[in-house]
């Protein structure tokens, strides 16, 4: 009979715990995104940052496949792609770094998403020159 105890006591508060987690979630569900032209806080700064970074890499994927297919069939599409891959690599440890400044502050999310976007909105810009062959 010991033994069932904690069980129950476990359960109960896993329960609660449950509970009390399902009546916070209509109220996150409905909280509205942030208006981006002009964050107010903190966290809506780190979350515009990061839709923006994401906005710019989809943008350089879209390039960057442009790109790669009028390379199709040459060695300067596997030159193109190993590029690539060495520089996601280098954006990723470099943005890591300049964040790192702030480990563990408020900021450091914001200054990630940040150099990001910045250094692949570079990246777009240079892909795009390739567009046009022979440059």
Do not use: H
């Not at 964050?39 to 790669?68: F, G, I, T, W």
């Not at 520089?87 to 200054?111: P, Y």
Request: aromatic share 6%; with cysteine.
């Amino acid at each position: 009979m010991s033994n069932k105890r904690p069980t129950i006591a476990l359960t109960v508060s896993t329960i609660v715990m449950l509970l009390g987690s399902v009546s916070l979630l209509p109220a996150r569900a409905q909280s509205p995104k942030p208006n981006c032209k002009n964050p107010q806080s903190q966290v809506e700064m780190n979350y515009c940052a990061a839709e923006q970074a994401k906005a710019s890499d989809r943008k350089l994927n879209q390039v960057y496949q442009k790109v790669l297919a009028g390379y199709k069939g040459t060695a300067m599409a596997d030159q193109l792609v190993d590029a690539q891959l060495a520089w996601i690599k280098f954006r990723d440890t470099n943005c890591k770094f300049a964040m790192n400044r702030f480990q563990g502050g408020s900021m450091a999310s914001l200054v990630y998403s940040t150099c990001v976007d910045r250094m692949t909105q570079d990246r777009t810009q240079e892909l795009e020159g390739f567009t046009r062959r022979g440059t």
